[in-house]
């Protein structure tokens, strides 16, 4: 069994992600800014990724739970529906920089918070 952190684990992807990985029996701890379902086999975590303090409180306490993450699935963001012409500059500017930028922010906000010991344990991948 693994300690697993899902990043972004509110709805699809993620959500799908960290539903699949409970199944397998690894330990899960979903994140995201809105609460995952309260019969979810995973436990929650709140985190917002844009912010450096959450990222370091949830890290903080899933460490505090666990001991350690063997784990990490990234899969933090939000979409846009409709067309393009209705999207404004700022909103379409905030869905790539969520998107194509965020992704290193946030592993370096999450290898930051684990500290510098951990950081060898922090690659692991899960097999089946």
């Not at 450096?52 to 939000?78: C, M, P, W, Y």
């Not at 404004?88 to 999450?110: D, M």
Request: aromatic share 4%; net charge positive.
């Amino acid at each position: 069994m693994k300690n697993v952190v899902v990043v972004g684990a509110s709805s699809g992807i993620g959500l799908a992600c960290a539903l699949h990985l409970a199944r397998r029996l690894h330990r899960v701890f979903a994140t995201s800014r809105t609460p995952t379902p309260a019969d979810a086999p995973f436990e929650y975590v709140p985190m917002d990724v844009t912010s450096e303090t959450s990222v370091e409180h949830a890290i903080g306490v899933i460490l505090e739970q666990a001991g350690h993450i063997d784990a990490v699935v990234n899969s933090a963001g939000f979409g846009l529906a409709g067309a393009v012409e209705d999207t404004s500059i700022a909103e379409a500017q905030q869905q790539f920089e969520g998107a194509q930028r965020g992704a290193v922010p946030r592993a370096a906000r999450l290898r930051r918070a684990r500290g510098p010991r951990r950081a060898r344990r922090f690659s692991h991948r899960l097999r089946r």
